[in-house]
T-cell receptor, first 110, second 119 residues
């Protein structure tokens, strides 16, 4: 079963613009993680935010977490063509496994 | 750092045949996961090992699927009597669990996946 739901399903923006993706989930969590996947490749971990954290930064990435609304957002600033990929959120609810959403497909137009 | 490696990267087989995938995790990682991913979807959990013990197995995993991790090193995922619905990308991931984290799952390191096509 998939707990997370990403929104939007697809996003197309111009290079240099910011991209925002949202994730909603259903149950309480230990942490929430964001991953990137290039077409036909494996997933790459981007950032992990714990349930007691509200915001986290890593380079051009900014993640927020609102546990009262059971939602998270991923902001990519100053997008580049190389950011074109699918982005997934995954929640850890102490069950040895991550529960994944269906992802947001991001296209950066040059 | 050799990362997580999976073999083969692509496998085309006829319905009814058996297939086996291999995963070599990052050497110091004690946790190993298998996921299945179909086009346009996120990964679906299949099974999980801590060292050589298989601790969790998804209800999605029919009795045609079996996974092993002998000696807590590499792992194999075997699918017997393949069906067209088994066509998917099979992803392996590993992680190092810190004891103090208990059940918490930290960052997963994924391989490039093994794509299965059942004709």
């Amino acid at each position: 079963s998939q707990q997370g739901e990403e929104d939007p399903q697809a996003l197309s923006i111009q290079e240099g613009e910011n991209a925002t993706m949202n994730c909603s989930y259903k149950t309480s969590i230990n942490n929430l993680q964001w991953y990137r996947q290039n077409s036909g490749r494996g997933l790459v971990h981007l950032i992990l935010i714990r349930s007691n954290e509200r915001e986290k930064h890593s380079g051009r990435l900014r993640v927020t977490l609102d546990t009262s609304k059971k939602s998270s957002s991923l902001l990519i600033t100053a997008s580049r063509a190389a950011d074109t990929a699918s982005y997934f959120c995954a929640t850890d609810n102490s069950n040895y496994q991550l529960i994944w959403g269906a992802g947001t497909k991001l296209i950066i137009k040059p | 750092d050799t990362g997580v490696s999976q073999d083969p990267r692509h496998k085309i087989t006829k319905r009814g045949q058996n297939v086996t995938f291999r995963c070599d995790p990052i050497s110091e990682h004690n946790r190993l996961y298998w996921y299945r991913q179909t086009l346009g979807q996120g990964p679906e959990f299949l099974t999980y090992f801590q060292n050589e013990a298989q601790l969790e197995k998804s209800r999605l995993l029919s009795d045609r699927f079996s996974a092993e991790r002998p000696k807590g090193s590499f792992s194999t995922l075997e699918i017997q009597r393949t069906e067209q619905g088994d066509s998917a990308m099979y992803l392996c991931a590993s992680s190092q669990a810190a004891m103090r984290r208990g059940l918490s799952t930290g960052e997963l390191f994924f391989g490039e996946g093994s794509r299965l096509t059942v004709l």
